[in-house]
């Protein structure tokens, strides 16, 4: 048997020789290795890990200059609107009256009828950009989030029935979180909603799914933490990815009615919340995921400091853009 020669300054002193035979050589060369491979097994799995909170990192910024460009143009939004709906009002008085002046005359009361008909149009798109720029009140209190689901799905009941389509809802009726219930109502109401009229456009089956659940989700302050996740799953066309970058844009529909703010309000809400609202691709259709913090950060939804009539939605927008991004939301 060949021997190997080598030193050891534990089992004797130093220069003396011990010897180390062939399959003890073996055992060290399979634990170098073994070593090794575990070394570049970790530093895979490093390298992934890096790419992901990268991915997640560019997410979050996204988020982030989607929430701060949201606050501006409500500041801007706001001016804008107040403006135009002090002279469409002076201008609904005067045709009143001039309405008046002409009861006998049939042909002019038909044009004042089609005047009067866009103003109260116009009206309608001021009151959607109110909506969306007003300092609305975030009053969060316990919630158990399945109720507000069948709330907002029954409050549907008007599109479902019109369009002959299944509802599914899965909920886990034990969740309870603490937000503001109007808005989480008047949130998932306006997803549904959207979910509907998209399959109104398809001959298919439609089916609108709603669950509810529990997941772990990673938090850019916190780490990975548990999120109530609300899914809407529709069997519509789907949203083409270029559409999908720009819907949550104030102002921006693909219909031929509408003011484009459904989700831009949405958007204002579940973000003063401190969640995320993200949407995918269904097979078929679109799934659009509202997740909002089990237990929210105490500055999401403010402290005993804040008012009794509630904490603003703007100032919690911002708050929240400002403790992301270390600067203000302007």
Do not use: Y
Not at 41 to 68: C, I, Q
Not at 201 to 209: C, F, K, S, Y
Not at 217 to 235: K, N, S
């Amino acid at each position: 048997m060949s021997v190997i020669e080598t030193t050891s300054d534990v089992l004797g002193p130093a220069g003396a020789s011990s010897p180390m035979d062939a399959n003890d050589f073996a055992d060290l060369v399979r634990s170098f290795n073994d070593v090794t491979a575990r070394l570049e097994s970790t530093h895979s799995s490093l390298r992934d890990e890096v790419a992901t909170l990268k991915t997640e990192l560019n997410e979050t910024h996204r988020r982030l200059r989607r929430s701060r460009q949201l606050a501006a143009l409500g500041e801007m939004a706001a001016g804008i609107a107040h403006e135009i709906r002090n002279p469409l009002g002076a201008i609904a008085l005067n045709l009143e009256a001039l309405t008046e002046d002409l009861f006998d005359r049939p042909g002019e009361l038909e044009l004042c009828g089609r005047v009067s008909r866009s103003v109260t149009r116009l009206d309608a798109i001021v009151g959607d950009v109110l909506s969306f720029a007003r300092d609305t009140k975030v009053r969060a209190a316990s919630v158990r989030p399945s109720e507000v689901v069948v709330a907002a799905v029954a409050h549907a009941e008007d599109l479902v029935d019109a369009h002959d389509i299944d509802v599914d809802l899965s909920l886990d009726e034990e969740l309870e979180i603490m937000a503001d219930a109007a808005l989480l109502e008047q949130s998932l109401l306006n997803l549904v909603r959207n979910a509907c009229e998209a399959m109104a456009l398809v001959d298919g089956p439609r089916r609108l799914t709603v669950s509810l659940c529990r997941r772990e989700l990673r938090d850019p302050e916190q780490g990975i933490v548990p999120h109530v996740v609300f899914e809407i799953r529709d069997t519509g066309p789907g949203i083409p990815e270029e559409v999908r970058e720009r819907m949550f844009n104030p102002f921006f529909t693909t219909r031929a009615e509408g003011t484009g703010l459904g989700l831009a309000i949405v958007h204002r809400i579940v973000d003063a919340h401190g969640g995320r609202l993200d949407v995918s691709a269904g097979d078929p259709g679109t799934i659009m995921c509202l997740s909002l913090p089990l237990d929210p950060r105490q500055e999401i939804l403010g402290g005993a400091d804040d008012d009794d009539d509630g904490r603003s939605l703007d100032g919690a927008v911002r708050r929240r853009v400002r403790d992301n991004s270390g600067r203000g939301a302007a």
